[in-house]
């Protein structure tokens, strides 16, 4: 019987908290096309059931498919949940699966601390050179500037430095039109925003 629930439960966990209002698909850029009303009703539910979960079923749903990754990343940011820092971290050094990347980097960007930096530049240090690999390279790019205005750093440097990384990735090949940097620093921190706003709505949020 106790086999059964642990089955069971990564199935129950996806009905309450990824599936409800497609709520996996709708976290991320998807925010920015949401109309006003929308989005804040949307993100007063993401921000209840942040403090909803508990720390076990945070670690079952990043067991999971990129789906369940995805939406525990956002629940983690808008929770506060510095303590899966590590987790995240690796999670987006292994980028074993698609689309939960970028979550990650919101969520080390909530975060705010150098360690989450470091994480970030460890990211971009092995992934800015596969050109021939397109994951998140630009959302890591983003949090991490995001970062150094935040904490008065400048860990994004040496990657931004002419002929440095971010360039010899941009030029690959496969070649990349891109968009300057600042660009992904100002979407990453839209996104952060939408967490804070849901944030308000989780109680039990940590700081």
């Known amino acids: 019987m106790r086999r059964?629930?642990?089955?069971?439960?990564?199935?129950k966990l996806i009905r309450r908290?990824?599936?409800?209002?497609?709520?996996?698909?709708?976290l991320g850029g998807s925010l920015l096309g949401m109309g006003g009303r929308e989005r804040t009703k949307f993100l007063q539910k993401l921000g209840q059931a942040a403090g909803k979960t508990s720390p076990r079923e945070l670690d079952t749903l990043l067991d999971g498919g990129w789906r369940e990754r995805k939406t525990a990343a956002w629940l983690i940011a808008v929770a506060g949940r510095s303590e899966f820092r590590d987790r995240l971290g690796e999670l987006l050094l292994a980028s074993e699966g698609p689309y939960a990347g970028q979550?990650?980097?919101?969520?080390?960007?909530?975060?705010?601390?150098?360690?989450d930096a470091d994480l970030l530049v460890a990211y971009l240090d092995r992934y800015l050179?596969?050109?021939?690999?397109?994951?998140?390279?630009?959302?890591?790019?983003?949090?991490?500037?995001?970062?150094?205005?935040?904490?008065?750093?400048?860990?994004?440097a040496r990657f931004l430095a002419p002929e440095g990384l971010w360039q010899q990735w941009i030029d690959g090949p496969p070649s990349k039109d891109r968009e300057a940097p600042a660009s992904y620093r100002e979407f990453i921190c839209e996104l952060c925003a939408f967490a804070d706003e849901a944030a308000k709505h989780c109680p039990d949020r940590l700081t």
Request: hydrophobic share 40%; charged share 30%.
């Open 129 to 156: 050179r596969r050109p021939d690999l397109y994951y998140d390279q630009e959302a890591a790019l983003g949090a991490l500037l995001l970062l150094d205005a935040k904490l008065g750093a400048d860990c994004a």
């Open 17 to 26: 908290y990824v599936t409800p209002d497609r709520r996996y698909l709708k």
């Open 103 to 115: 979550a990650y980097c919101v969520a080390l960007a909530i975060f705010g601390t150098r360690a």
């Open 4 to 11: 059964a629930d642990e089955e069971e439960e990564p199935l």
